[in-house]
C-alpha cells in the first residue's frame, strides 16, 4: 500500500462510516484547534477552518501566520475538531502531515470553490491516523482508530 497517498479518499475507501462520522463532526462547526510544532518541538495550538473536498483534507492560513510558517519547516500536524457543547457523535482527532501547494489545478479548484482572501497558504494533508471517541450506553469509553495500512481498531474501556 502506498503510504504517501494517504489522503481523505484512502480513508473514505478502507473505513466509510468512520470518514462519513468524521466529516459529519467537523462539519458541525466552523472552527477548530490545529496543533503545530514550533522551531524549538514545543506544540503551537491556533484555530483553524477545514474543508474536505476532491478527496482530500485541506487546511487553508494566512500568509506568513505562524502556523503555516510551522508547517512549511515541520509537516507534522494534529487537528481536533471542535466538539461544541454536544458531544453525541462523539470526539474525532486527525494526525498527518500537510504540504504546501503553491499552483496547480487543485489550487485552482479551492480557490473557485472556497473564494478564501488572497493571498493564502493552502496545505493539502497525508494521514497517520484518524481516531474518534466516544461513550457507548452510558458505560464504555470507545475509540475507533484507524491508521494506513490497517483495518480500524475499536478499543472499549469501562
Same mark, same amino acid.
Given at each position: 500500500?502506498?503510504?504517501?497517498?494517504?489522503? *481523505?479518499?484512502?480513508?473514505?475507501?478502507?473505513?466509510?462510516?468512520?470518514?462519513?462520522?468524521?466529516?459529519?463532526?467537523?462539519?458541525?462547526?466552523?472552527?477548530?484547534?490545529?496543533?503545530?510544532?514550533?522551531?524549538?518541538?514545543?506544540?503551537?495550538?491556533?484555530?483553524?477552518?477545514?474543508?474536505?473536498?476532491?478527496?482530500?483534507? *485541506?487546511?487553508?492560513?494566512?500568509?506568513?501566520?505562524? &502556523?503555516?510558517?510551522?508547517?512549511? #519547516?515541520?509537516?507534522?500536524?494534529?487537528?481536533? !475538531?471542535?466538539?461544541?457543547?454536544?458531544?453525541?457523535?462523539?470526539?474525532? #482527532?486527525?494526525?498527518? #502531515? !500537510?504540504?504546501?501547494?503553491?499552483?496547480?489545478?487543485?489550487?485552482?479548484?479551492?480557490?473557485?470553490?472556497?473564494?478564501?482572501?488572497?493571498?493564502?497558504?493552502?496545505?493539502?494533508?497525508?494521514?497517520?491516523?484518524?481516531?474518534?471517541?466516544?461513550?457507548?450506553?452510558?458505560?464504555?469509553?470507545?475509540?475507533?482508530? *484507524? &491508521?494506513?495500512?490497517?483495518?480500524?481498531?475499536?478499543?472499549?474501556?469501562?
Amino acid at each position: 500500500m502506498d503510504l504517501a497517498r494517504m489522503n *481523505w479518499a484512502a480513508l473514505t475507501t478502507t473505513a466509510p462510516e468512520l470518514a462519513a462520522l468524521s466529516e459529519e463532526r467537523f462539519g458541525a462547526h466552523r472552527h477548530h484547534v490545529l496543533a503545530t510544532l514550533r522551531r524549538d518541538g514545543s506544540p503551537r495550538t491556533s484555530g483553524l477552518e477545514v474543508r474536505f473536498l476532491g478527496g482530500e483534507l *485541506w487546511l487553508g492560513m494566512m500568509p506568513n501566520s505562524l &502556523k503555516a510558517l510551522d508547517l512549511l #519547516r515541520d509537516p507534522r500536524f494534529a487537528l481536533q !475538531a471542535n466538539p461544541g457543547a454536544d458531544m453525541g457523535s462523539g470526539d474525532v #482527532r486527525i494526525s498527518g #502531515r !500537510a504540504f504546501e501547494v503553491e499552483d496547480g489545478a487543485a489550487r485552482a479548484a479551492y480557490v473557485e470553490e472556497v473564494e478564501p482572501p488572497q493571498p493564502f497558504h493552502l496545505f493539502r494533508t497525508e494521514l497517520t491516523e484518524v481516531v474518534r471517541t466516544y461513550v457507548e450506553d452510558e458505560t464504555y469509553l470507545v475509540a475507533q482508530v *484507524w &491508521k494506513p495500512g490497517e483495518p480500524v481498531r475499536t478499543l472499549r474501556r469501562r
